[in-house]
């Protein structure tokens, strides 16, 4: 079974409640990867998910630190919440870059996804910033240098390419909502596409594995209906299964 991590996908929410002259405050937490971490389970594989806020001083910041995993997926949180450590932050002191890390781990036998969200790739006003970030030259896509989100409210058509296996999984696979718009690199694969731009990419780098996966893995880009889609589960499976360098199942 791969031993995968997750990292990001989680939010802090702090709102004022002004009512005529009084007001109060109120605050909540929320995470947006139920769905995709019970998908995996129904797969028969366990994803440890690493909260957005305890990514600065717990994410592994080493090869021989990654190596406890088979695959990490970055998943709505940017490239800030990797290399300004509490030490770097706070002390003014070095501190190992973990992308520096991931990339090397990839090179030597990872399995690294990115999925999308408004703090991936180069997200909301490019503030997730992973487009000149050291994980970039391993990921199967190039990113845009600006604002990358595609809102698609009316629905955007997923349509898979090519003969990969991954590609099988995602026959029949409901509408999307948005994406972030990316280009597949020449050397690698394009699965699958969502309104024509990249949706699903996978490479081959060095020993390792790549995946870009360019929607959410939760609302609001990825809906309810895809979310419970009976093949979402499979998709999910294949997707860590041929990151972990395992065989994809027809079923996933």
């Known amino acids: ?102 990339a090397e781990w990839t090179r030597q036998g990872g399995g690294l996804m990115m999925a999308g969200g408004y703090l991936s790739f180069q997200g909301i006003n490019a503030a997730a910033n992973f487009g ?38 995602l026959e029949g696979a409901p509408q999307l909502l948005g994406y972030n718009e990316v280009s597949a690199r020449e050397d690698a694969t394009l699965v699958a596409t969502v309104d024509a731009d990249p949706l699903l990419a996978v490479r081959e780098v060095g020993e390792g594995r790549s995946l870009a996966w360019t929607s959410d893995i939760g609302p609001h880009w990825c809906p309810e209906e895809f979310l419970h889609w009976d093949g979402f589960a499979p998709l999910v499976g294949g997707m860590l299964r041929w990151l972990a360098g395992e065989p994809v199942r027809a079923e996933g």
Not at 147 to 162: H, K, L, S, W
């Open 132 to 169: 000149r970030s050291p994980i970039a030259p391993v990921l199967p896509v190039t990113m845009i240098t600006g604002d990358d989100r595609v809102e698609v409210p009316q629905g955007a058509t997923v349509a898979a390419t090519g003969e990969h296996p991954l590609a099988a999984l």
């Open 1 to 102: 079974m791969p031993r995968v991590l997750l990292a990001g996908e989680s939010w802090v929410i702090h709102e004022i409640h002004q009512k005529g002259f009084d007001h109060f405050t109120s605050t909540t937490f929320d995470t947006g990867a139920d769905a995709f971490i019970a998908a995996a389970a129904e797969q028969g594989i366990e994803v440890e998910q690493m909260y957005g806020h305890d990514v600065p001083a717990r994410f592994p910041r080493t090869v021989e630190a990654l190596s406890a995993y088979d695959v990490v997926i970055i998943s709505d949180i940017g490239y800030n919440s990797f290399v300004l450590t509490p030490e770097t932050w706070k002390g003014g002191q070095r501190s190992d870059n973990a992308l520096v890390a991931l």
